[in-house]
Each structure stands twice: as structure tokens, then as C-alpha cells.
């Protein structure tokens, strides 16, 4: 089991490596070169395998008996914090890309009524890395380290019910990874509150998902689709090392158990025809971040040192507020037939930034609103080459005076922008 559980993980890593946020939240605005082009529109589509994941109804109504779907991202990041010390200093964050992917299987029965699928994904994600000046007593040149990636494997299946109604299902595994490293106040009450750490957090975990969905033919040119996601609630397993300024205690290593949710969604797509060469596409997705990052609940046990032991106790609870807000992603997509098995995409993508100002940190950036998106697709011998563009961006926020207890973030601002090239090679069969 053990075995199996580490080649999992590694294979969620490899397909979501160092996927960062550039999305609603910290879900990606769509997977896939053919899905983003388009805006990230896929609830009432079937022309990519990723619908899997947007809507495995759709599965029962791809074209031929199935298909084979890799995709592959870069995503290159421009964030940027700034303090006011008294002098307005601007840190810009790592300008490495981030690779990311992932990966469908569709196969469709003989008579057309059933399909199966297998996929893996990485949907959502964040990370940053600043190198910049800690707070007292901490100072000089510290590390604000943050990951964490969401990564699901889905076997799924869809029926189609009558010639115009279709539904499908999803019933996997979600796997969660998330590092915190850096300068950090303790939040919770008690003997610790407001003292100042430096902390090196590694967790993960896995926990079950599932969704369902529907896709509905109105008129000829006209397709619905509904979907639910479930939320992912995780217990990750790992450990921590904690520096405190208390000569007398110092630092130690400790077992860490974090409490975390990804947040579920429900979403309304539809498709339409104008022609047979001209489609446009519109999907609103409403994900609950309100009930999934209210908190960040951290158990530390087993401390190393024996002083934090008789000290505080064997263990250590830290509660950190999040309160973000639910948000409502409003996709649209227009693609063109040109012939020749040749197609043109265009997309745009809105969703209000999630994160209050209160609890707004370097460790998440995700204060994006505006998605524009690019694509193209042709066929070479028996595979599909779609290509795609994103450029993603949102108001600069500013931080008066932060809930976080320290005031580490008071009078601070926050920027961010991002750029991702997408690849998916598609076999039908």
C-alpha cells in the first residue's frame, strides 16, 4: 500500500510540477490547450479529454470510439510585494516557469451508449518565492517560500439516457501537497500568541473525490451542461521545524497535521452554432471558497526538543484565518472552423480576487481577475496539435493595516500577473 501510495504521489507531482496560481482562487482558469483557447469553456463541450474533469458527461459524446489526450503547460509569473519601511521598497518574486500537465483516456462502448475514461490532473495550485527582508526578530534577508498543488486521478464513465441527454460521473483519488517556509506569527490563543517564528512546513496527503454532470441537446446547435465537483478535504501528514526568538527554547521539529479543503463548484455551460464553422461557448462556475479557506488548521505533536515540551506542553494547535469569499467565474469562447481540419480559439475569463485584504500575504498572490486567452488547432498524419495563449492579470491591492496578528503585512501591496503557453496532442481512435 505504502508503494502504491508513493508511486501516486510522484506521478500527481510529475503532471503538476510546480503549478502556481493563475486562476479563480487558486483553481486554474481550464486545463488543456483546447479548453483554454476558448476561454477555459468545457461544461457543454466533447472535443477534448479533459472534459473529465469539467464534465464527464460529456465523455458519450466525443467523436469516434475514444481518444488519447496530453497536454502540457508553462506558466511564467510577474508578482511583486512591497512594503513601506519608511520608504516604499518593491520585491519581485522568482521568474522561473512552472511546468504542469495532464492526461486523459477515453474509450467509448460498441454501441456508443458508454463511456469510460481515466485522467489525471492538476487544477489547482499556488506558489512563491521572495527573498526579502524578515521582520524583528528575524531580521535580515529571509526565504517566503509557499507550494501547494491539488492533483486528482479520475476514473469516470458517462451514459447516454436518450438521444438528447447524456450524464456522467467521477469517483477518484485527490492528492494534496502544500510547503510553507518563512517568517510566520502565531495566530491561535493561548501561550504563543503573537510570537514570532520561522518555520519549514511539508505536508500532504490523499482524500476522496467525486463529481457529476449532465450535457442536454436543446436544438441541433444548442448543447447544456451541469456540473458538481466535490470538495477535498484533507488530514495531511508531515512535519514542521519552528524557530522561536526564546534562547531558552530555540527551535524544534515536530510531527504537523494540517486541516485543509479545496473548494467544491458548481457550473452551468452552454454551447451554441451559429454555423457549422462558427461556435461560441459561455460558462459561470461558482466555487465555494467561504466554507473550504475559512482556516488553516495546524496540530503540531512530538516536538524534537524537550525545552518546548515542558515548556508548552507535547502539543502545539495554531489556527490561521484565511475568510475568503465565494466567487463566481464567468468564461466565454468563440471558435472558428477554417477548414482543412484547422481552428482558431478566443477567450476571456472574469472572476472577483477571493482574498480579503485583511488576510492577504506574499505565501498566496492570488489576486487575479482577467483571463485573455489565444489558441489554434491543426491535424498532423493521425494527431490534433492545439496550441494556446493565457494572459491573466488584476488590480494591484494595497493592505492598510492586515487581521494577521504582528503586523507583518500592514501598509503593504500586492501585484500579479501571469503568462501560460499550452500544448495538448490528441489520437482518436
Known amino acids: 500500500m505504502n508503494r502504491l501510495r508513493i508511486a501516486f504521489c510522484c506521478l500527481c507531482i510529475a503532471l503538476s510540477l510546480r503549478g502556481t496560481a493563475v486562476a479563480d482562487g487558486v483553481i ?16 457543454a463541450s466533447a472535443d477534448n479529454g479533459v472534459v473529465l474533469l469539467d464534465n464527464p458527461a460529456g465523455l458519450v459524446n466525443i467523436d469516434g470510439c475514444g481518444l488519447v489526450d496530453l497536454g502540457a ?25 512552472y511546468p504542469c500537465g495532464n492526461l486523459s483516456v477515453v474509450r467509448k462502448s460498441g454501441d456508443g451508449c458508454w463511456a469510460f475514461g481515466l485522467g489525471l490532473y492538476a487544477p489547482a495550485a499556488f506558489g512563491t518565492r521572495y527573498e526579502m527582508e524578515g521582520p524583528a526578530p528575524f531580521g535580515g534577508t529571509r526565504l517566503y517560500k509557499s507550494f501547494g498543488a491539488l492533483s486528482k486521478l479520475l476514473p469516470g464513465v458517462s451514459r447516454r439516457v436518450t438521444d438528447r441527454l447524456s450524464v456522467g460521473g467521477t469517483l477518484g483519488v485527490a492528492y494534496s501537497h502544500i510547503e510553507l517556509e518563512g517568517p510566520h506569527t502565531l495566530q491561535a490563543p493561548g501561550l504563543l ?25 436543446l436544438t441541433q446547435a444548442t448543447t447544456v451542461g451541469v456540473t458538481y465537483q466535490s470538495e477535498n478535504s484533507f488530514h495531511l501528514d508531515g512535519s514542521i521545524r519552528v524557530e522561536v526568538p526564546d534562547p531558552a527554547l530555540r527551535s524544534s521539529y515536530f510531527d504537523a497535521d494540517l486541516d485543509v479543503t479545496w473548494p467544491r463548484s458548481l457550473g ?17 462556475i461558482w466555487f465555494d471558497w467561504t466554507n473550504a479557506f475559512d482556516t488553516l488548521d495546524l496540530h503540531l505533536s512530538d516536538p524534537s526538543n524537550p525545552a518546548f515540551e515542558a515548556a508548552l506542553g507535547p ?16 468564461r466565454l469562447g468563440y471558435e ?10 478566443l477567450g476571456y475569463t472574469y472572476h472577483r480576487n477571493p482574498i480579503p485584504a485583511g488576510t492577504l500575504t506574499p505565501y498566496i498572490q492570488t489576486v487575479l481577475e482577467h483571463t485573455f486567452s489565444v489558441g489554434y488547432g491543426w491535424v498532423r498524419g493521425c494527431w490534433q496539435v492545439d496550441l494556446a495563449y493565457q494572459f491573466t ?8 493595516t492586515s487581521d494577521l496578528l504582528g503586523g507583518d503585512y500592514d501598509a503593504s501591496r500586492h501585484e500579479a500577473m501571469a503568462h501560460v503557453m499550452l500544448v495538448t496532442l490528441s489520437k482518436r481512435f
Open 28 to 43: 486554474r482558469d481550464g486545463l488543456g490547450a483546447i479548453s483554454c483557447g476558448r476561454g477555459g469553456t468545457n461544461i
Open 73 to 97: 503547460d508553462l506558466i511564467f509569473l510577474d508578482m511583486k510585494y512591497a512594503e513601506e519601511l519608511p520608504d516604499i521598497i518593491d520585491v519581485v518574486a522568482d521568474h522561473d516557469p
Open 193 to 217: 500568541q503573537s510570537t514570532p517564528t520561522l518555520i519549514d512546513l511539508q505536508t500532504c496527503g490523499a482524500a476522496l473525490t467525486w463529481s457529476f454532470g449532465l450535457q442536454y441537446q
Open 268 to 284: 452551468l455551460g452552454v454551447r451554441h452554432e451559429l454555423c457549422p464553422h462558427r461556435i461560441v461557448s459561455a460558462d459561470v
Open 315 to 330: 502539543t502545539v494547535d495554531e489556527v490561521i484565518p484565511m475568510n475568503w469569499r465565494d466567487t463566481v467565474s464567468v
Open 336 to 345: 472558428h472552423h477554417f477548414g482543412c481540419n484547422r481552428v482558431g480559439r
Open 393 to 400: 492579470f488584476g488590480p494591484e491591492v494595497e493592505v492598510a
